[in-house]
C-alpha cells in the first residue's frame, strides 16, 4: 500500500490555541480527506478536497489540497477539550480507487 | 452525512471459528466499499476493495482465502475471517463510497475481533 507521512504524530496544547498537521506522500492524489477518530470507533469524515489549491472550512477547521497533489493541511482554530481525538488523512491515489490512510496526530488539549 | 451500519461492533470467538462482518450502507448506494484493518495506537490499514457484483481486489499481503468479502448489492458488503488465530485478532472497519456526494468515504464504528 501508499504510504502518507502525517506529522507531527502527537500534540499537546493548551486550550484555545491554534493547531496544524499535515500530510505528504511521494505520489501524487486526486482526493485527500481528513478524519477524526474516536477510541473505539469509526473515523468521522471532517473535510473532503478535490481540487489542488483548494482551501475548505467546516467551522473551526480548515484544510487545503496541496498545489503539488502530494500533500494536505489541517488546521484547527481555538481549540477545545473536545478536539481531543486521533486525526488522519486519507488520500485517494490519480490512478486507483482505493484510499490510503497518513499515520496519525494525536490531539490532546489541556483546559 | 451518509450514514454506514456495521455490525457487530464486538465479538469475542475460538480459535478456528470464522466470523462474519457485516457492512451496511443505510441511505445511499456504495458501488465500492472497503475494509480496513486497525491495530491499536496505528493507522488503518487497507485490506480489499470491494466492489458491488464483481470480485474484491485485495492488497499485497492480504490473504484472500483467509479474509473473504462479498458485496453482493449495493448496500451490503460482507468481510468472513475464517478459521480465525489469536493473530487475527484487531479492529476491522468496513467505509463506503458514496458516489452521488463527490466521491466521499464514510466509515462504519468498526469490529473488534478479539481470538481466544
Known amino acids: 500500500g501508499q504510504q502518507l507521512n502525517q506529522s507531527p504524530q502527537s500534540m499537546f496544547i493548551q486550550e484555545g490555541e491554534d493547531v496544524s498537521m499535515n500530510c505528504t506522500s511521494s505520489s501524487i492524489f486526486n482526493t485527500w480527506l481528513w478524519y477524526k477518530q474516536d477510541p473505539g470507533e469509526g473515523p468521522v469524515l471532517l473535510i473532503a478536497?478535490?481540487?489542488?489549491?483548494e482551501l475548505t472550512s467546516n467551522g473551526r477547521l480548515t484544510a487545503q489540497f496541496g498545489i503539488t497533489r502530494k500533500d494536505s493541511f489541517l488546521n484547527i482554530s481555538a481549540s477545545i477539550p473536545s478536539d481531543v481525538g486521533i486525526y488522519f488523512c486519507?488520500?485517494?491515489?490519480?490512478?486507483?480507487?482505493?484510499?490510503?490512510f497518513g499515520t496519525g496526530t494525536s490531539l490532546t488539549v489541556i483546559p | 452525512g451518509a450514514v454506514v451500519s456495521q455490525h457487530p461492533s464486538r465479538v469475542i470467538c475460538k480459535s478456528g471459528t470464522s466470523v462474519k462482518i457485516e457492512c451496511r450502507s443505510l441511505d445511499f448506494q456504495a458501488t465500492t466499499m472497503f475494509w480496513y484493518r486497525q491495530f491499536p495506537k496505528q493507522s488503518l490499514m487497507l485490506m480489499a476493495t470491494?466492489?458491488?457484483?464483481?470480485?474484491?481486489?485485495?492488497e499485497q499481503g492480504v490473504e484472500k482465502d483467509k479474509f473473504l468479502i462479498n458485496h453482493a448489492s449495493l448496500t451490503l458488503s460482507t468481510l468472513t475471517v475464517t478459521s480465525a488465530h489469536p493473530e487475527d485478532s484487531s479492529f476491522y472497519i468496513c467505509?463506503?463510497?458514496?458516489?452521488?456526494?463527490?466521491?466521499?468515504?464514510?466509515f462504519g464504528s468498526g469490529t473488534q475481533l478479539s481470538v481466544l
Open positions: 486519507a488520500g485517494q491515489l490519480v490512478y486507483g480507487n482505493q484510499f490510503y
Open positions: 478536497l478535490y481540487k489542488a489549491g
Open positions: 467505509s463506503a463510497r458514496d458516489r452521488a456526494t463527490n466521491e466521499k468515504l464514510f
Open positions: 470491494s466492489n458491488e457484483g464483481s470480485k474484491a481486489t485485495y
